[in-house]
């Protein structure tokens, strides 16, 4: 559940968040929505400036009634002079490290108490040890990737999973509240907190790519896949995620909510946590393989329930 007052608890505050794809416009919008000032950065401008207008679009009433906004500014050293608490939303290892080398450079310079930083990014451990080293003792680190897409960003259901420095955790809780619904320290290392994530990612993977078989070769027995769905919804096996991504792959839509690219980028990181944990993951790399071919496809940019087409063959443009 919702923390009582998180709608209301970062209101005024201002917030940087860096990175806006899918789930960093949500997840900074839905900061707006509530009151923060978000100061927000990307990499391509033109990213963070649509994420703005569509703020100022479509969530008017509540930046009227919260008095919310998203500035848009040139650079990370900009988020790290106008705020004391960031968050960032990147798509792998490579972008967190070169964001966490600039925030860091950035906040070296600032006197005063040390910043807060939160990685939302869903990286392995190493990664998130490189990212506490490179911020050094100025800023506070907490390692916290999310549960849950877009969607459930704009509607403040996101889960946190948090691993590193406690302060930072309650830091960042008043905005991590009104993005999610639950958060969790689950340790007070950043690599705690991205294998917990890789956990959930490995059980989402499969579901979705076992789901995707059913789905294929009930059509191949010459079956209806729609009535096969209704009998899945109502069985023990069913759930919302089988029922949402069954749903997509029986209408072929497959507009982004996360993509085929991120869902097998998390099982090739799970996968290398088993080998270094010399952990046998036959299920996983079997998962992995359709994801990959589903990429193969030309669907790395679909969503990730066109893991179904790694049995069908079929591409984009003809789905």
Not at 24 to 32: K, Q, V, Y
Not at 99 to 111: H, L, N, Q, W
Not at 243 to 253: I, Q, V, W
Request: net charge neutral; aromatic share 6%; hydrophobic share 45%.
């Amino acid at each position: 559940m919702r923390r009582r007052g998180a709608s209301t608890a970062a209101r005024g505050a201002a917030v940087g968040f860096i990175g806006m794809g899918i789930m960093g416009a949500a997840m900074s919008r839905a900061l707006a929505r509530a009151g923060a000032r978000v100061v927000a950065w990307n990499r391509s401008r033109d990213k963070a400036e649509a994420t703005r207008a569509a703020f100022e679009r479509d969530d008017a009433e509540a930046m009227r009634a919260n008095g919310g906004a998203i500035d848009v500014v040139d650079a990370v050293a900009d988020v790290a002079a106008r705020c004391e608490v960031t968050f960032a939303m990147l798509a792998d290892p490579r972008a967190a490290l070169e964001v966490a080398r600039a925030y860091a450079a950035a906040s070296g310079t600032r006197d005063g108490d040390a910043r807060t930083y939160v990685d939302c990014s869903t990286v392995d451990g190493a990664c998130g040890e490189a990212t506490r080293e490179i911020l050094g003792e100025n800023v506070r680190f907490l390692a916290a990737p999310v549960s849950g897409g877009w969607r459930d960003a704009a509607k403040g259901e996101l889960l946190f999973l948090g691993g590193g420095d406690a302060r930072a955790y309650e830091d960042g809780a008043r905005f991590m509240d009104v993005m999610g619904a639950k958060r969790w320290l689950v340790g007070d290392s950043p690599t705690h907190a991205a294998r917990a994530k890789l956990m959930l990612q490995i059980m989402m993977g499969n579901v979705v790519g076992a789901l995707g078989e059913m789905h294929a070769l009930s059509e191949r027995a010459g079956l209806d896949s729609n009535a096969i769905l209704e009998m899945l919804s109502h069985s023990a096996m069913g759930s919302p995620l089988t029922t949402a991504k069954g749903k997509l792959m029986a209408d072929r839509n497959f507009a982004p909510n996360f993509q085929v690219y991120l869902q097998q980028k998390d099982l090739r990181l799970a996968l290398n946590l088993a080998d270094e944990l010399d952990f046998a993951a036959p299920i996983t790399a079997a998962t992995n393989a359709q994801y990959l071919k589903a990429k193969s496809l030309g669907h790395a940019n679909s969503d990730f329930a066109a893991v179904a087409a790694a049995y069908t063959g079929e591409k984009p443009d003809s789905s």
